[in-house]
């Protein structure tokens, strides 16, 4: 059974850093690409990073040089270090994996992350 679950979310001020971590069990993690995606309250869940199993990155405009996407296929991870955070960047953060060959896709429960005075 495929399961990615999510950590790292919370509470920070902003101009804070949080390091959004997701652990893959049940799959062939190394075959997988990976993203983030977010949900803001009222609004539609949006794409907000990438990382291939080649390791080549893509990001959405709002986020390019704050975040950064990565993996670590031997321990199953990706993670999203989250620096220069805004308001705007509160939202429900999901991790989700797709098999480059067949196409399957599987996601995380989410997790929230609110940047606040």
């Known amino acids: 059974q495929v399961q990615l679950v999510e950590s790292g979310g919370g509470l920070v001020q902003p101009g804070g850093s949080l390091r959004l971590s997701c652990a893959a069990s049940?799959?062939?993690?190394?075959?997988?690409?990976m993203g983030w995606y977010r949900q803001a309250p009222g609004n539609q869940r949006e794409w907000v990073a990438r990382?291939?199993?080649?390791?080549?990155?893509n990001y959405t405009d709002s986020v390019k040089g704050r975040f950064t996407i990565s993996r670590d296929n031997a321990k199953k991870m990706v993670f999203l270090q989250m620096n220069s955070l805004k308001p705007e960047d509160t939202a429900v953060y999901y991790c989700?994996?797709?098999?480059?060959?067949?196409?399957?896709?599987?996601w995380g429960q989410g997790i929230q992350v609110t940047v606040s005075s």
């Open positions: 990382i291939t199993r080649e390791a080549a990155t």
């Open positions: 049940g799959m062939a993690f190394s075959i997988y690409d």
């Open positions: 989700k994996g797709r098999h480059r060959f067949y196409g399957n896709e599987y």
